[in-house]
């Protein structure tokens, strides 16, 4: 059976095949950036790489050839002795394994106690939970310099000079953690979840371990590797509290290298690459996850 199409219809059909909508804005198509969207994108990625090549190139040459006009701009032959130099006289094998230590325990225990207090924060309702909101949040105004001398005096009263759980234990919380956690779980975190658990009778614990814990998962990755790198690059209060031929971290261990009438900077620059190759490689394994639970994260919102 034929159908008869009218002037009119086949005049609406011929318009409809001519407008097309664009790639871009089809159902899964791909949106593509243009030359100059690229270009700046080369600019930032070029400057933000910059140091960390400037580092292995001052770390390749000698310290006279570093106090040289114009400065060298490309790689000498001395990397791998100055790595070994700095490696053995800042004794950096055991300052790697105490920062492991300190960023490990700090970094899960702020991710583990903020999701806690955020959960509480967020969805729980009880008395001055604002009031102690704020009182939160104001810590975050407050310079950490200005607690240096009080926590000092603690520590030095419980003897815990030049031990590792004088760094640990001031780092066990996060005020940053708690309101991130707070903000997320606010619209990660369906109200009705809760509510139906309770209705099935599960206490305040378990809906934590087998609801909110679940939920801010990829809150919680990105919230860990922000805390991890922190307390890595820490070194105020590291440098105070440890010596470098004790218990040293890596930021404490790099202080004490090219010490003399004239510092050795391509042995500090040496030092400082190999206390930033364990981030590096800590972004190349987990980039896509935080990535990833940040977008996660972004699309719950």
Do not use: C
Request: hydrophobic share 55%; net charge positive; proline share 6%.
């Amino acid at each position: 059976m034929t159908t008869t199409l009218t002037p009119v219809d086949r005049e609406a059909q011929a318009a409809k095949g001519r407008v097309r909508r664009p790639k871009a804005a089809r159902a899964g198509g791909t949106l593509h950036a243009g030359p100059v969207a690229y270009a700046i994108l080369a600019l930032f990625t070029i400057g933000s790489l910059f140091p960390l090549v400037w580092t292995a190139i001052a770390a390749s040459r000698d310290n006279q050839r570093l106090a040289e006009t114009p400065p060298p701009f490309w790689f000498g032959s001395n990397l791998m002795d100055n790595l070994e130099i700095a490696w053995k006289d800042a004794n950096l094998g055991e300052a790697f394994l105490n920062t492991t230590i300190v960023a490990g325990i700090s970094a899960v225990t702020i991710v583990v106690l903020s999701t806690i207090a955020g959960f509480a924060f967020a969805k729980l309702r009880f008395k001055g939970r604002n009031a102690l909101m704020l009182i939160v949040i104001g810590t975050m105004m407050v310079p950490p310099q200005l607690s240096v001398i009080p926590l000092y005096m603690m520590v030095a009263k419980l003897d815990w000079t030049d031990q590792l759980q004088a760094v640990i234990l001031p780092s066990i919380v996060s005020a940053f953690g708690v309101f991130f956690m707070r903000q997320y779980l606010l619209q990660a975190l369906p109200d009705e979840l809760i509510e139906a658990a309770r209705v099935d009778g599960a206490s305040s614990w378990r809906v934590v371990w087998h609801i909110v814990f679940p939920a801010a998962r990829p809150a919680m990755a990105v919230l860990g590797m922000l805390m991890f790198v922190q307390t890595w690059n820490d070194f105020l209060w590291p440098f105070l509290v440890l010596t470098q031929t004790g218990n040293p971290t890596v930021q404490v261990a790099v202080a004490g290298l090219g010490r003399g009438y004239t510092p050795d900077q391509s042995l500090i620059m040496a030092g400082a690459l190999l206390g930033t190759l364990p981030l590096l490689l800590v972004f190349a394994i987990f980039g896509k996850q935080i990535v990833g639970g940040i977008m996660q994260g972004a699309v719950k919102g």
